[in-house]
């Protein structure tokens, strides 16, 4: 096996121009299939209600087979590593509501904001019938198999840090020679000037006959194997 689970993490109204240079940069490689990981209302400052124009763009996408899922609900930092099993079960029933009331899907996947989740989190995510979650050590099915692989990523909240880790990640791609590998977009990429990077690895990535795939993807192959 060679593939790269492509994630856009942060899909909000308020990444918009961000995450258009992230698809389109992605539509123009051929990388159409892929996770969108959308916050129902980043920071409590961009509820999906409110931007009908974002909304029918993720319907859209999940017409074209993209894998359209949960992450979060308001992107608190670790809100999901903080949130005992309560809590999380709560704000996963909210999250799955507005979920269906904007894009009248179900999502298939749950992704916690910084992949972190407490052990509560963990067994209301398991609860809530979601076909697989990601965390920092790898991709865990609905059918108790995973695959552990740590996620490659450019946004740390640090830019020293990121340059550090984008130039691991660089060597990372070119010593793999197979398994998993988990490219993980954020709109702070962009800012941060980090795309650069990102973008060339993963051409390195599909030059060397690595294939593209999004976290649902996995699953259903995983399952069905």
């Not at 492509?6 to 996770?35: A, C, K, Q, W």
């Not at 992450?71 to 949130?83: K, N, P, S, T, V």
Request: charged share 25%; net charge neutral; proline share 4%.
């Amino acid at each position: 096996m060679k593939k790269i689970a492509v994630s856009i993490h942060d899909v909000t109204p308020g990444f918009n121009r961000e995450l258009d240079y992230i698809f389109n940069e992605l539509d123009r490689r051929g990388v159409v299939i892929r996770s969108e990981l959308v916050v129902p209302d980043f920071q409590r400052a961009n509820p999906l209600q409110k931007h009908p124009e974002f909304t029918a763009m993720l319907k859209e996408h999940h017409a074209r087979g993209i894998d359209v899922s949960l992450h979060g609900i308001y992107h608190d930092y670790a809100e999901f590593f903080r949130f005992d099993y309560t809590a999380a079960r709560d704000a996963i029933s909210q999250g799955l509501e507005v979920m269906a009331e904007t894009l009248n899907i179900v999502p298939a996947g749950f992704v916690a904001p910084q992949w972190l989740q407490s052990r509560g989190s963990l067994r209301a995510v398991r609860e809530a019938g979601f076909g697989y979650t990601a965390t920092l050590s790898g991709v865990y099915f609905d059918n108790g198999r995973g695959i552990k692989a740590f996620p490659i990523n450019y946004d740390w909240g640090l830019v020293p840090v990121d340059h550090l880790f984008s130039w691991c990640n660089g060597l990372k791609c070119r010593w793999r020679r197979g398994g998993l590998i988990r490219v993980s977009f954020h709109p702070m990429d962009v800012t941060n000037r980090m795309i650069g990077a990102e973008l060339r690895h993963l051409d390195y990535l599909l030059e060397h006959g690595w294939e593209p795939t999004s976290y649902a993807g996995l699953r259903n192959e995983v399952c069905n194997d």
